[in-house]
């Protein structure tokens, strides 16, 4: 698990921040404007989108994981629902316009540093577009439960293993 940064001023008047206990655990505080500081999780949301009895995976073209494969996915807005993020995702990085069908899984635990608390993963099925790699990955392709690639994340991983039990939940 990534080291979390602390937050060491105050978002709404820039103050140095101090600890206090409140709500049953140590959190930052501003003694300046008297706000309590709460911390919230970055949030990703990516689709599994089964065809043929395969799974689509993007391989990344950036770090962190530069090389390896996930599930299409990404940050979801701060105003934005998170099946619409994992359908954008997918559009921006392999071409392809997907219709979710269900959440698969909701996974938590930061990867790295500049990764999500929470991942939300979805079953889509294809609606249409061109496949494609685009956005940050450099090849997309299809994968059998036997097939799998070297892989970039834990959280794949896990959704992949619950795919794979399910035997197809994006049918």
Same mark, same amino acid.
């Given at each position: #698990?990534?080291?979390?940064?602390?937050? +060491?001023?105050?978002?709404?008047? $820039?103050?140095?921040? =101090?600890?206090?206990?409140?709500?049953?655990? #140590?959190?930052?505080?501003? &003694?300046?404007?008297?706000?309590?500081? *709460?911390?919230?999780?970055?949030?990703?949301?990516?689709?599994?989108?089964?065809?043929?009895?395969?799974?689509?995976?993007?391989?990344?073209? #950036? +770090? &962190?994981?530069?090389?390896?494969?996930?599930? &299409?996915?990404?940050?979801?807005?701060?105003?934005?629902?998170?099946?619409?993020?994992?359908?954008?995702?997918?559009?921006?990085?392999?071409?392809?316009?997907?219709?979710?069908?269900?959440?698969?899984?909701?996974?938590?635990?930061?990867?790295?540093?500049?990764?999500?608390?929470?991942?939300?993963?979805?079953?889509?099925?294809? #609606?249409? $577009? =061109?496949?494609?790699?685009?956005?940050?990955?450099?090849?997309?392709? *299809? *994968?059998?439960?036997?097939?799998? &690639?070297?892989?970039?994340?834990?959280?794949?991983?896990?959704?992949?293993?619950?795919?794979?039990?399910?035997?197809?939940?994006?049918?």
């Amino acid at each position: #698990m990534a080291r979390v940064l602390e937050l +060491n001023y105050c978002p709404h008047c $820039g103050h140095a921040l =101090e600890d206090r206990e409140a709500f049953g655990r #140590m959190r930052r505080f501003c &003694p300046a404007c008297d706000a309590l500081v *709460f911390r919230e999780h970055k949030v990703a949301a990516g689709v599994l989108v089964e065809h043929e009895g395969k799974v689509l995976l993007v391989r990344r073209k #950036m +770090n &962190p994981r530069q090389g390896l494969w996930t599930f &299409p996915a990404g940050f979801v807005d701060f105003d934005e629902h998170p099946a619409v993020a994992a359908v954008r995702e997918c559009r921006e990085e392999t071409g392809l316009e997907v219709e979710t069908i269900g959440l698969l899984d909701v996974i938590a635990g930061r990867e790295h540093a500049r990764g999500a608390d929470i991942v939300v993963v979805y079953c889509a099925r294809w #609606m249409g $577009g =061109e496949l494609r790699a685009a956005d940050d990955v450099d090849q997309v392709a *299809f *994968f059998a439960p036997d097939e799998f &690639p070297p892989l970039a994340f834990h959280a794949t991983q896990v959704a992949l293993d619950k795919w794979r039990d399910a035997q197809s939940c994006c049918v």
